[in-house]
């Protein structure tokens, strides 16, 4: 793939990301220039997702949110504004990015990922972002990444605790492996603050950048939970099922 030279005022904008240990300088830079990633929902964790990865400068994000911004939104999805409240979410977010960083490609998506469009969306990028609420658009694009080979970092939050790995076709289990059913607790509406949704965000973000650019160690069948609640963290490991629907033998 040929990747464009940077410009300098893209060297002057990443210049102190440049020399992060194995990142590899312009090298590195070049790569997520050339990448693409699909954001599904810019909400609390998207968002936070979202502008990690244009401050790094990924070259293209694709972003999946349907729906107007709500008041109850506003506690934690960072990309949204009082003054946007009953507009659509997903062309403010696309806004507020193309401000932060105009070197690089918005897609603003006015749908939240299904059956219907997961196929789409999924094959349009190098790689996705999970930060859905909804666990019928997770498995979707589970079973979508899956399917075209796409690499998917998982990313959830509930309460005071918030959770992070990547699935890799192929290599690792997948969504379905670590849960074959909707938890029954889970509901629409959960219990959140923006500073949990936005520390799990940015790990999130940085899964996907280490996995684009090629360097450090990726959460490959482990499973970071991050308690922001008893200040800890830990790393559970994972198992891929071979009898699993999506992804198994």
């Not at 940077?6 to 790569?31: I, P, S």
């Not at 696309?94 to 094959?123: F, K, M, Q, T, Y």
């Not at 609420?133 to 970092?153: I, S």
Request: with cysteine; aromatic share 6%; proline share 5%.
């Amino acid at each position: 793939m040929n990747i464009a030279a940077l410009t300098d005022a893209e060297r002057a904008q990443y210049e102190w990301q440049l020399d992060v240990e194995g990142f590899g300088g312009e090298a590195g830079q070049r790569k997520l220039k050339g990448a693409s990633v699909l954001i599904s929902r810019c909400g609390g964790i998207g968002g936070s997702v979202a502008w990690q990865l244009a401050s790094a400068g990924v070259g293209r994000l694709v972003l999946a949110h349907g729906g107007n911004v709500k008041p109850s939104d506003l506690n934690r999805q960072t990309l949204m504004g009082h003054d946007w409240i009953g507009k659509p979410r997903v062309e403010h977010a696309a806004s507020r990015l193309r401000a932060l960083n105009p070197h690089i490609e918005i897609v603003a998506v006015p749908e939240n990922s299904s059956d219907a469009n997961a196929a789409r969306l999924v094959g349009s990028v190098d790689l996705v972002v999970d930060a859905a609420p909804l666990f019928e658009e997770r498995y979707a694009m589970n079973r979508a990444a899956a399917r075209l080979g796409k690499p998917m970092v998982e990313s959830a939050m509930y309460g005071m605790e918030g959770y992070c790995t990547t699935f890799v076709p192929g290599k690792t289990c997948c969504l379905a492996c670590l849960c074959p059913e909707k938890p029954d607790y889970w509901k629409r509406k959960f219990p959140v603050f923006g500073a949990v949704s936005a520390a799990i965000g940015s790990i999130a973000a940085m899964e996907a950048i280490k996995i684009l650019a090629g360097f450090g160690s990726p959460l490959l069948d482990r499973m970071l939970v991050l308690d922001l609640g008893a200040g800890s963290c830990r790393i559970q490991n994972l198992r891929r099922d071979p009898r699993c629907p999506v992804c198994g033998n």
